[in-house]
């Protein structure tokens, strides 16, 4: 008689029939026990996992912010707000210690992939002793879903040759449907099913938070038909609210008027409407605005009109969001599976976003690149009316950011401080939680919802998985709380560390330092580590950390900066790491650099290239050279083409003639076209760009070659030095997405009509990209995550 393995190794091995073995399968002695296939425990709940991007404490309504998020509230109102929640203080950690239980130095994940280092907290590779939640989940029979966002591929890992050991169908999940990377474009987004690179549909409406909540509610339709007998772990994070805020604007209409007093009257509102509410206590006080954070009152009286614009667009962004969760969440009422469903609403996966300067900025790409004296009042006020659309790559000032955090200090990338990790959270689940519309104070972390779903689920931790032992989980299981609204709380201490911005939380008591500031990344005054400023805060009795304690209680500080630093070696932080430019260089930082050398040579079928996956052709010359053939009609369509709306090039084909064409911030086009048709039959063509030097982001002239023979040549009077797009990419016969200009479609390949053998980039010797400030480079790898 078989029985049924232990689930402590995973997968569970196979177990060898000790039945007796006949020679003929006619014998009545013949007995095999039936395959089944491991399930969880008997009453195991479905995982629903929601986590927005970008949303303060301060944002949703449900938590007393300004915006209405009416699918929170109606969860809180049957479910448990937990107003004492924190995550790590930015995107890609949170997700990677959400997914796996682990804090994010743990699992390599000390900051944003685009900067990691060889250091193992840093390195952005997670460990194989720690297998994700979806992995533990698929393996004791969940089915197991990812939509939305994914930024915890090491970036050296985002091509289509992988290796795909970190992406979401290779960690877990059975389904995954996103993007990876730290944003996109809401309108036009480069998406991949599984590994396969998505065409969107032509519809000009369409909008990836809608999409997302269309395949996460077909999902969940299919697996009930099919496995209605399993239950699933669905992850739902959309890629809103980070910047771009792209939203119709029936919703931005919604809050005309809505912000017109300024962030600091907004602040005030915010924090009476949640003492009203109870997610603060009556008697906690309102942190005061930072000095380095302007007041509304010295804002330009002409510039008013589009920072307000800007906060409505922004507010508008998150109901839409919430709306879409919404949907979610009542297809599975509908079908009766809220019942036994596990919900978490995260509202968001650090503090509000202080990303997108004083002023904000209507395309990200522009200040990006150093161009920001574009962006004047003028500029701005003329593109009011499009903040939101697709023509728009938007981001609200930071003025606003700060509001979203209400009533804490500081914003997102600030460890130190409530205003960068505390996010407001929902958690429903009727046949587990008797309370409705309850609040829960006790302090809980991101690391806790990894052992709350395996306790909820009966599932232990594995010890072995694929063969390798494994860290134990380092949350606590939030599940002590959810019928004891007095229990004393168990996850007792959590260190926080994000660019050397640190604190401690044990038993009530915060010792913290601010080491940066997310805006003054670039020419920003930094003390050594050792000279930081620490700050000392009783938050059992000052909830928002107002009232610093640090020349009070020197001794307990003292005890709580060691503490820090035992946890740090505990958890792989050290060393703290707040270098800029140096963390920017592969060769400097100690990972893997996919592309090197002067040249590389693509075939077809390469699509979807990050810039880390294409050589760089900015601030010096270059050349792309392609054989092609041409087919008797005439040929149409892409050979090569990089970025997308706010940037980049092509090199094309247009009724038979060939083209080249540099989208310069969305603000110019330089187009350079062949007076005749192109020959029928194997030929080479090419693109020469001599770059006039002088610095960065200069001109030059393109020359169009067929056959050896030069056809045509024109002015690009200025390049990108920075940075093409944050999103769109880069695709050898095609070119999906965002269209670079008018000659693209928004939806469809606009794939090459004829063959093409082999595209050939090479670039000169003039480079000037020594120009570039190593503090720019980390300025737009942090506003990207």
Same mark, same amino acid.
């Given at each position: 008689?078989?029985?049924?393995p232990?689930?402590?190794?995973?997968?569970?091995?196979?177990?060898?029939?000790t039945?007796? $073995?006949?020679?003929?399968?006619?014998?009545?002695?013949?007995?095999?026990?039936?395959?089944?296939?491991?399930?969880?425990?008997?009453?195991?709940?479905?995982?629903?996992?929601?986590?927005l991007?970008?949303?303060?404490?301060?944002?949703?309504?449900?938590?007393?912010?300004?915006?209405?998020?009416?699918?929170?509230?109606?969860?809180?109102?049957?479910?448990?707000?937990?107003?004492?929640?924190?995550?790590?203080?930015?995107?890609?950690?949170?997700?990677?210690?959400?997914?796996?239980?682990?804090?994010?130095?743990?699992?390599?994940?000390?900051?944003?992939?685009?900067?990691?280092?060889?250091?193992?907290?840093?390195?952005?590779?997670?460990?194989?002793?720690?297998?994700?939640?979806?992995?533990?989940?698929? *393996?004791?029979?969940?089915?197991?879903?990812?939509?939305?966002?994914?930024?915890?591929? /090491?970036?050296?890992?985002?091509?289509?040759m992988?290796?795909?050991?970190?992406?979401?169908?290779?960690?877990?999940?059975?389904?995954?449907?996103?993007?990876?990377?730290?944003?996109?474009?809401?309108?036009?987004?480069?998406?991949?099913?599984?590994?396969?690179?998505?065409?969107?549909?032509?519809?000009?409406?369409?909008?990836?938070?809608?999409?997302?909540?269309?395949?996460?509610?077909?999902?969940?339709?299919?697996?009930?038909?099919?496995?209605?007998?399993?239950?699933?772990?669905?992850?739902?994070? /959309?890629?809103?609210?980070?910047?771009?805020?792209?939203?119709?604007?029936?919703?931005?209409?919604?809050?005309?008027?809505?912000?017109?007093?300024?962030?600091?009257? +907004?602040?005030?509102?915010?924090?009476?409407?949640?003492?009203?509410?109870?997610?603060?206590p009556?008697?906690?006080?309102?942190?005061?605005?930072p000095d380095?954070?302007?007041?509304?009152?010295?804002?330009?009286?002409?510039?008013? &009109?589009?920072?307000?614009?800007?906060?409505?667009?922004?507010?508008g962004?998150?109901?839409h969001?919430?709306?879409?969760?919404?949907?979610?969440?009542?297809?599975?009422?509908?079908?009766?599976?809220?019942?036994?469903?596990?919900?978490?609403?995260?509202?968001?996966d650090?503090?509000?976003?202080?990303?997108?300067? *004083?002023?904000?900025?209507?395309?990200?790409?522009?200040?990006?690149?150093?161009?920001?004296?574009?962006?004047?009042?003028e500029?701005?006020?003329? @593109?009011?009316?499009?903040?939101?659309s697709?023509?728009?790559?938007?981001?609200?000032? $930071?003025?606003?950011?700060?509001?979203?955090?209400? &009533?804490?200090?500081?914003?997102?990338?600030?460890?130190?401080?409530?205003?960068?990790?505390?996010?407001?959270?929902?958690?429903?689940?009727?046949?587990?939680?008797?309370?409705?519309?309850?609040? @829960?104070?006790?302090?809980?972390?991101?690391?806790?919802?990894?052992?709350?779903?395996?306790?909820?689920?009966?599932?232990?931790?594995?010890?072995?998985v694929?063969?390798?032992?494994?860290?134990?989980?380092?949350?606590?299981?939030?599940l002590?709380?959810?019928?004891d609204?007095?229990? &004393?709380?168990?996850?007792?201490?959590?260190?926080?560390?994000?660019?050397?911005? @640190?604190?401690?939380?044990?038993? =009530?008591?915060?010792?913290?330092?601010?080491?940066?500031?997310?805006?003054? +990344?670039?020419?920003?005054?930094?003390?050594?580590?050792?000279?930081?400023?620490?700050?000392?805060?009783?938050?059992?009795?000052?909830?928002?950390?107002?009232?610093?304690?640090?020349?009070?209680? /020197?001794?307990?500080l003292?005890?709580?900066?060691?503490?820090?630093?035992?946890?740090?070696?505990?958890?792989?932080?050290?060393?703290?790491?707040?270098?800029?430019?140096?963390?920017?260089?592969?060769?400097?930082?100690?990972?893997?650099?996919?592309?090197?050398?002067?040249?590389?040579?693509?075939?077809?079928? *390469?699509?979807?290239?990050?810039?880390?996956?294409?050589?760089?052709?900015?601030?010096?010359?270059?050349?792309?050279?392609?054989?092609?053939?041409? &087919?008797?009609? =005439?040929?149409?369509?892409?050979?090569?083409?990089?970025?997308?709306?706010?940037?980049?090039?092509?090199?094309?084909?247009?009724?038979?003639?060939?083209?080249?064409?540099?989208?310069?911030?969305?603000?110019?086009?330089?187009?350079?076209?062949? /007076?005749?048709?192109l020959?029928?039959?194997?030929?080479?063509?090419?693109m020469?760009?001599?770059?006039?030097?002088? =610095?960065?982001?200069?001109?030059?002239?393109?020359?169009?070659?067929?056959?050896?023979?030069?056809?045509?040549?024109?002015?690009?009077?200025?390049?990108?030095?920075?940075?093409f797009?944050?999103?769109?990419?880069?695709?050898?016969?095609?070119?999906?997405?965002?269209?670079?200009?008018?000659?693209?479609?928004?939806?469809?390949?606009?794939?090459?009509?004829?063959?093409?053998?082999?595209?050939?980039?090479?670039?000169?010797?003039?480079?000037?990209?020594?120009?570039?400030?190593?503090?720019?480079?980390?300025?737009?790898? *942090?506003?990207?995550?």
């Amino acid at each position: 008689m078989t029985t049924q393995p232990s689930r402590d190794i995973l997968p569970t091995p196979d177990q060898p029939n000790t039945e007796l $073995i006949t020679f003929d399968a006619k014998d009545p002695e013949t007995k095999f026990p039936p395959i089944t296939p491991i399930r969880p425990p008997e009453g195991a709940p479905n995982v629903l996992i929601i986590l927005l991007d970008d949303v303060g404490f301060g944002a949703s309504s449900a938590f007393g912010g300004p915006i209405h998020t009416p699918a929170a509230e109606k969860l809180a109102a049957t479910g448990l707000k937990y107003n004492r929640f924190h995550t790590t203080a930015l995107c890609a950690p949170t997700r990677a210690a959400l997914l796996t239980g682990r804090n994010h130095h743990t699992v390599g994940m000390g900051g944003i992939t685009e900067i990691a280092t060889s250091a193992p907290g840093n390195n952005s590779l997670r460990p194989n002793s720690v297998a994700p939640l979806a992995e533990t989940l698929r *393996m004791n029979g969940y089915s197991t879903a990812y939509f939305g966002k994914c930024h915890e591929v /090491p970036v050296w890992q985002t091509s289509p040759m992988g290796p795909f050991d970190n992406w979401p169908s290779h960690s877990g999940f059975e389904k995954f449907y996103g993007f990876i990377g730290g944003e996109t474009n809401q309108w036009s987004p480069e998406l991949y099913d599984g590994l396969t690179p998505v065409e969107l549909p032509d519809d000009p409406n369409y909008h990836l938070t809608e999409d997302l909540a269309d395949k996460t509610i077909a999902w969940i339709s299919a697996q009930r038909s099919l496995m209605a007998g399993k239950p699933f772990f669905c992850y739902f994070a /959309p890629g809103a609210t980070h910047a771009p805020h792209h939203v119709g604007p029936e919703w931005i209409e919604k809050y005309k008027g809505k912000f017109d007093q300024g962030w600091d009257k +907004l602040r005030e509102e915010t924090f009476e409407r949640q003492k009203a509410l109870g997610v603060v206590p009556a008697d906690a006080q309102l942190t005061p605005r930072p000095d380095l954070i302007e007041a509304w009152d010295d804002m330009p009286a002409e510039l008013k &009109p589009v920072l307000i614009r800007q906060m409505e667009t922004y507010a508008g962004f998150l109901e839409h969001t919430d709306y879409q969760v919404g949907r979610v969440l009542d297809k599975l009422e509908e079908g009766g599976l809220l019942e036994n469903t596990l919900v978490y609403y995260i509202i968001g996966d650090n503090g509000a976003s202080a990303e997108g300067t *004083m002023n904000g900025t209507f395309n990200e790409m522009i200040n990006f690149n150093g161009q920001a004296a574009f962006e004047t009042p003028e500029f701005l006020i003329d @593109r009011i009316d499009l903040f939101g659309s697709y023509d728009s790559y938007n981001h609200y000032s $930071i003025g606003w950011a700060h509001a979203m955090c209400t &009533p804490y200090q500081w914003t997102k990338q600030v460890a130190s401080h409530f205003g960068g990790t505390r996010n407001g959270t929902i958690v429903h689940w009727p046949k587990g939680i008797e309370g409705k519309g309850e609040q @829960r104070q006790q302090f809980s972390h991101v690391i806790d919802i990894a052992p709350t779903v395996l306790e909820a689920a009966g599932i232990p931790h594995p010890t072995f998985v694929n063969g390798v032992q494994q860290k134990p989980i380092e949350g606590t299981s939030m599940l002590y709380s959810f019928n004891d609204a007095d229990a &004393p709380e168990q996850h007792e201490t959590q260190y926080f560390e994000m660019f050397g911005n @640190r604190g401690i939380y044990h038993k =009530g008591w915060t010792a913290v330092t601010k080491h940066k500031t997310p805006w003054e +990344l670039v020419g920003g005054h930094m003390l050594a580590l050792d000279d930081d400023v620490w700050e000392l805060y009783n938050t059992n009795e000052d909830w928002t950390q107002a009232n610093d304690l640090a020349k009070e209680m /020197p001794d307990l500080l003292h005890k709580l900066q060691r503490l820090w630093l035992i946890e740090a070696v505990r958890y792989n932080v050290l060393p703290i790491d707040d270098r800029s430019g140096e963390r920017l260089n592969p060769e400097l930082a100690g990972r893997p650099e996919l592309i090197s050398g002067n040249s590389q040579t693509l075939f077809p079928g *390469m699509v979807r290239l990050t810039e880390h996956a294409l050589i760089n052709t900015k601030n010096k010359s270059w050349s792309v050279t392609a054989e092609i053939t041409v &087919p008797e009609a =005439g040929a149409n369509g892409t050979i090569i083409a990089q970025g997308g709306n706010f940037g980049g090039w092509a090199f094309y084909v247009k009724d038979n003639h060939l083209k080249y064409v540099y989208n310069l911030l969305g603000l110019q086009m330089f187009t350079v076209e062949a /007076p005749d048709p192109l020959p029928s039959g194997l030929i080479q063509v090419q693109m020469d760009f001599e770059y006039d030097g002088g =610095g960065l982001g200069q001109g030059g002239t393109a020359s169009l070659y067929v056959q050896g023979e030069k056809v045509a040549d024109g002015r690009i009077e200025h390049t990108h030095p920075m940075i093409f797009s944050a999103d769109s990419t880069a695709s050898v016969g095609e070119k999906a997405g965002a269209p670079i200009c008018d000659d693209f479609s928004r939806t469809g390949k606009n794939a090459f009509t004829g063959k093409i053998s082999w595209v050939h980039i090479a670039v000169g010797d003039d480079s000037h990209d020594h120009f570039i400030d190593e503090e720019d480079r980390i300025r737009i790898a *942090m506003s990207l995550q």
